[in-house]
């Protein structure tokens, strides 16, 4: 890929398409180093959140990387346990002092629920919330907002009940797990797929058929998997600590024939 292949969002603010996910990488040295890797190989769009307690370290490799700031697109998430408009501001600020930026580019809700209670409705709390982040949209201090894990219903609630509608939805998204009426229903409302989990956190290495198509191309299953997830519209957020790996899964500049995508697409 290069750092010139975008998507655009509903209110016209272009993303890379390609993120650099950093869930579960620790906080200080590893999630500096990474980032800072991560940037050096071309990808212009780091992704995290305030739960994974590594926004500060993200942020500084930003800065130092001597990377315009305009050039890079921040992405944070509002904790998934937050579910009442005065935290919502306040963890929304308690973002921008951790990662240290005068702006970031995107803040989604992490999860419609609370991880604790995955599956109960939070609907009233998210409306709530949302109200939260679209004022921190008109701040400035994020020029577009969205969600994350969030149902067909849980986004109706949403936009039935919105100002702005949300920009992004970020949820799971990988070979043999497609989640086809999400993604449809974003793209009828003109909400942008991002896929994180592009490998399916490993499970796909294994996998004898993309082992197959990987071959094929002279590629790896984990460029195989992250260029699928370009391929069916959405936006994948590989990651790794490892140089060899981050440079990799930035490689994908290649195109995965419509009979091998079939394929790909028959697995469970």
């Known amino acids: 890929?290069?750092?010139?292949?975008?998507?655009?969002?509903?209110?016209?603010?272009?993303?890379?398409?390609?993120?650099?996910?950093?869930?579960?990488?620790?906080?200080?040295?590893?999630?500096?180093?990474?980032?800072?890797?991560?940037?050096?190989?071309?990808?212009?769009?780091?992704?995290?959140?305030?739960?994974?307690?590594?926004?500060?370290?993200?942020?500084?490799a930003i800065i130092d990387s001597g990377i315009p700031r305009s050039e890079i697109f921040v992405t944070s998430k509002l904790p998934a346990e937050i579910k009442s408009y005065e935290k919502a501001v306040r963890h929304a600020e308690l973002t921008m002092k951790n990662i240290g930026l005068d702006y970031i580019d995107l803040y989604l809700i992490h999860a419609p629920w609370p991880w604790t209670e995955i599956g109960t409705d939070y609907t009233r709390e998210n409306i709530e919330v949302w109200k939260a982040m679209e004022e921190f949209y008109e701040s400035g201090k994020t020029r577009s907002i969205g969600i994350s894990n969030?149902?067909?219903?849980?986004?109706?609630?949403?936009?039935?009940?919105?100002?702005?509608?949300?920009?992004?939805?970020?949820?799971?998204?990988?070979?043999?797990?497609?989640?086809?009426e999400i993604t449809a229903h974003n793209r009828k409302n003109v909400i942008l797929v991002e896929g994180y989990s592009p490998l399916a956190t490993g499970r796909l290495l294994d996998n004898g058929e993309i082992i197959r198509i990987a071959e094929k191309y002279g590629k790896s299953v984990a460029q195989v998997s992250v260029r699928y997830v370009l391929q069916?519209?959405?936006?994948?957020?590989?990651?790794?600590v490892h140089p060899e790996?981050?440079?990799?899964?930035?490689?994908?500049?290649?195109?995965?024939?419509?009979?091998?995508?079939?394929?790909?697409?028959?697995l469970k």
């Open 1 to 60: 890929m290069k750092p010139t292949d975008f998507f655009t969002l509903a209110n016209g603010v272009t993303i890379p398409a390609i993120g650099f996910g950093t869930w579960q990488i620790p906080p200080g040295d590893v999630a500096y180093n990474a980032v800072s890797e991560a940037l050096r190989a071309g990808y212009r769009h780091i992704d995290t959140a305030q739960a994974y307690g590594n926004e500060a370290s993200v942020g500084k």
């Open 150 to 180: 969030f149902s067909v219903k849980d986004i109706d609630a949403i936009l039935e009940n919105s100002r702005i509608n949300p920009m992004v939805n970020q949820i799971k998204l990988h070979i043999g797990h497609r989640q086809q």
């Open 232 to 240: 069916k519209g959405a936006l994948p957020l590989p990651k790794s």
């Open 245 to 266: 790996y981050i440079r990799q899964n930035f490689d994908v500049g290649f195109e995965i024939s419509e009979d091998d995508i079939r394929s790909l697409d028959s």
